[in-house]
């Protein structure tokens, strides 16, 4: 990790200057405290270290989950087509056996099974439609920092967080703290913060 271009206590007080003004109760050695607490946190758990690289982010990438949803609900759609078919013959070979009453009960929890399936179904299809997940081409610290960010302005700012444009107060706010902990200057965060606001993490 590089060094920051700025110091540490410059980058502290820019940060509480883009969040001014403050929530209601909420002083400069407050604001200062949370924002020291915030770039400690994420230089003690490096994303790198939460995410190892061989396995990726712990909420996995849009594209992959994206196929493996797409490859249970093809499994799914197998599975209820065989189900279908001779129905009352895969019923009898599952319950021959057993009497009549347990041979109902049998029937009911492949009903239920299938009634699942259809759950799984359609969340697998609502995956699809728009995966949940993190975006490769972002990178974790651009993720983590954004959502940092966020939530600090939450905390300390009276101002709510808004990525209409990269010069927003929650924009400007994530990138110093990236500069925070990865020591890269004036990195475009806006892509990430507005990711963040819509939920798409």
Wanted: with cysteine; aromatic share 6%; hydrophobic share 40%.
């Amino acid at each position: 990790m590089k060094a920051p271009t700025r110091s540490y206590e410059e980058l502290v007080a820019s940060i509480a200057d883009v969040l001014r003004p403050w929530r209601d109760g909420i002083d400069e050695q407050q604001a200062l405290a949370e924002i020291r607490v915030s770039i400690r946190d994420m230089l003690q758990h490096e994303p790198d270290v939460i995410w190892p690289p061989e396995l990726g982010p712990e909420i996995g990438y849009r594209g992959d989950n994206k196929r493996h949803a797409e490859n249970i609900l093809d499994a799914i759609n197998r599975l209820n087509d065989l189900l279908s078919k001779r129905w009352t013959q895969f019923v009898w070979s599952l319950t021959w056996t057993l009497t009549a009453e347990r041979s109902a009960a049998k029937e009911e929890k492949i009903v239920e099974l299938r009634e699942r399936l259809q759950r799984l179904s359609e969340d697998c299809g609502k995956i699809i439609q728009n995966p949940p997940g993190v975006d490769p081409r972002m990178g974790y610290r651009q993720i983590t920092v954004a959502n940092v960010a966020f939530w600090l302005m939450i905390d300390v700012s009276s101002k709510r967080p808004a990525a209409g444009h990269s010069e927003s107060a929650y924009c400007l706010a994530a990138s110093l703290l990236f500069e925070a902990v990865t020591g890269e200057a004036d990195r475009d965060l806006q892509r990430a913060c507005k990711r963040r606001l819509t939920g798409a993490m």
